[in-house]
């Protein structure tokens, strides 16, 4: 084996059943000690033990009624690139077929066990350039029981001792000899999660060619953006661009792309800034790129730039992310002693700059979840009203009758994405959400079926405990994957089962460390204790979270409700409820986990969720 390969063993079955166990060994330590920067544990040898024997056992007795089996290719411990300890124990390779084995030593199988080999092959599936055609069967293999076999949402669960049963049946059709290295050095091109993708662009590195985010048109968002840039220079004028999307659509991500490549800098002198007014995503990406000056808190600028200061940034273009969020003119009054919102407060900036400027705003759908931001893009028209100079607006056509206000109003369709990227291929999760927080379940449901055919797992359970032991199961050892508890900050009772969501408990939560630290790190989110509420994940995202649903929204039976407040100063206080919600449930990569406690008050809101299609977490 080689050192870069990766993966822990490779060969075809004739190969494998010459090999010695003791020089196999010696080779999955080896990639162990690369892949995880530690060796194999007592436990991880025993497990490859378990599956050595069972696949020996299994394969002599296929290729004794079938010889031409001897060609099929075994490929074992192969990690997926890019996701750090990710790696299916085995996977037997035809040229049509691929069958991905996870073998376990239990005494019986989880929802978690099916669901992480289904994972595997769902992201071969999608994501491994040489795995597209490919005929991908998920198996689990339970090394120490002996029960007849079953197939449980698409994985074929099978005991040891009726392995080849299987084997000879999913490749009775085809047994050619694949092109083993070939397979195993494909491109393997998944999504980077928003954080990861920063890391990449930071380092001036190209993001991977995603064809879903292609098919989504992110680059030509970007593409967009530039000539829109371009005009502003050459004419010197002042444009405002806005791109509008679903959540998890990429807004981000094409923003700080725009930032970070800089195609208007010039000796060193770089021309734009990404702005956040969601203190957590700053932090984040702050803590993890090691650098303040490329995402920066839209407040600390406007605070330096804004309201009765003649300063002028060095940035030309300013890209603010969640900007149908921003502050109208009573919370800027409030927060920083003037009247002027802070749309009008940035165009006034670029009024200040003679030659040109391009504000860009990235708008995210039904997410104003703060007190001031329930104004919407409106504020953006009745900022521009009051400008002085000329501005010219470019945004989708759907939202172009918003500015009566402006010079001139330029149609771009690239500027609207639509497609979710952050949700693997589960492109209906964003519709699922708005049907079942519209009340709409019958709608939710029909949607439901085609999510899980989609690989994207969905959960209720009473019981905290059995949530947490499912994340840490299904994502054992992989050292990039993150899970976490989320919940609504008006959620008063969820702290008496043992959910810190409280003002106090979540300030002292720092999101740069919990999205960000390993696993094992006592601050990370997958240590299962510190909570962030809607105002902590929004922006951001987990493979797995467990969302934990309080008595702050609930089902009446026809319709959600949310309690009085009777101090509250929020224009619409359900609205940032749903909306609280909205966020919560569109955080996950993978799935997620609604954590629901089972006492009276929660009976109608646990129908809905089953009547939304919603599956209870079995033990």
């Not at 070939?182 to 590195?205: F, G, Q, T």
């Not at 920083?336 to 749309?343: L, M, V």
Request: one cysteine or more.
């Amino acid at each position: 084996m080689k050192e870069q390969e990766p993966c822990g063993w490779y060969g075809t079955v004739q190969e494998f059943l010459n090999e010695s166990w003791e020089n196999l060994l010696l080779s999955l330590r080896g990639h162990h000690l690369r892949c995880m920067q530690q060796q194999a544990s007592s436990s991880q040898i025993q497990a490859w033990n378990s599956s050595h024997n069972a696949l020996i056992q299994s394969l002599s007795s296929i290729i004794k009624i079938n010889p031409s089996f001897l060609d099929i290719g075994i490929v074992f411990e192969y990690e997926l690139p890019r996701e750090r300890g990710r790696r299916p124990d085995v996977i037997l390779l035809s040229e049509s077929t691929a069958a991905v084995l996870e073998f376990k030593d239990t005494q019986d199988y989880s929802q978690a066990f099916i669901d992480q080999v289904d994972a595997y092959a769902r992201d071969l599936k999608n994501y491994h350039a040489a795995s597209h055609l490919l005929d991908i069967i998920p198996i689990l293999v339970m090394t120490h029981v002996d029960k007849p076999t079953t197939i449980k949402d698409h994985v074929t669960i099978v005991s040891a001792i009726n392995l080849s049963t299987i084997l000879n049946i999913v490749f009775t059709h085809d047994s050619r000899k694949p092109n083993l290295q070939k397979w195993i050095l494909s491109d393997y091109d998944p999504l980077p999660n928003i954080v990861n993708a920063a890391r990449i662009l930071y380092k001036h590195e190209p993001l991977p060619f995603i064809k879903r985010a292609h098919s989504a048109g992110i680059p030509n968002t970007i593409k967009s953006l530039i000539d829109i840039a371009k005009q502003a220079q050459n004419n010197k004028e002042h444009h405002l661009a806005l791109v509008t999307g679903v959540p998890g659509a990429g807004k981000t991500l094409a923003g700080l792309q725009l930032v970070y490549n800089d195609y208007f800098a010039t000796n060193n002198h770089r021309t734009a800034v990404f702005l956040s007014g969601n203190g957590p995503l700053v932090q984040v990406l702050q803590h993890a790129l090691k650098n303040t000056v490329f995402v920066q808190d839209v407040h600390g600028f406007l605070k330096q730039y804004g309201g009765n200061s003649q300063r002028i940034p060095s940035e030309r273009i300013w890209v603010y992310d969640e900007a149908q969020r921003a502050w109208d003119s009573v919370r800027v009054q409030e927060k920083r002693g003037h009247n002027a919102s802070e749309p009008e407060d940035f165009l006034k900036i670029g009024e200040r700059i003679s030659d040109w400027a391009l504000m860009v705003g990235l708008v995210g759908e039904g997410q104003e979840i703060h007190l001031g931001e329930e104004a919407g893009l409106v504020q953006w028209n009745q900022a521009i009203s009051k400008m002085q100079g000329k501005w010219i607006v470019n945004c989708p056509e759907r939202i172009a009758g918003i500015f009566t206000s402006a010079t001139s109003v330029n149609i771009y369709h690239e500027l609207d994405l639509t497609i979710s990227l952050r949700s693997h291929l589960a492109e209906d999760v964003q519709t699922w959400v708005a049907n079942f927080l519209n009340g709409h379940l019958n709608e939710a449901v029909k949607l439901s079926n085609r999510i899980y055919e989609q690989g994207f797992d969905i959960y209720f359970t009473h019981d905290l405990e059995q949530a947490k032991n499912y994340a840490i199961s299904r994502y054992s050892g992989n050292f990039d994957k993150r899970y976490g508890l989320i919940a609504s900050s008006k959620a008063k009772d969820l702290p008496r089962y043992g959910i810190k969501n409280d003002y106090q408990s979540t300030l002292r939560v720092h999101p740069g460390p919990w999205y960000n630290n390993d696993p094992t790190d006592t601050k990370s989110c997958c240590m299962l204790e510190d909570v962030v509420t809607e105002f902590g994940c929004q922006g951001l995202e987990l493979d797995l979270p467990i969302v934990c649903w309080g008595n702050d929204l609930y089902w009446d039976g026809n319709n959600w409700q949310t309690p009085k407040e009777t101090r509250s100063s929020a224009h619409d206080p359900h609205k940032l409820r749903i909306n609280s919600y909205r966020v919560l449930l569109t955080r996950g990569r993978d799935g997620f986990i609604i954590f629901i406690p089972k006492v009276d008050g929660n009976i109608l809101t646990i129908e809905a969720l089953k009547k939304a299609g919603i599956k209870e977490l079995k033990s």
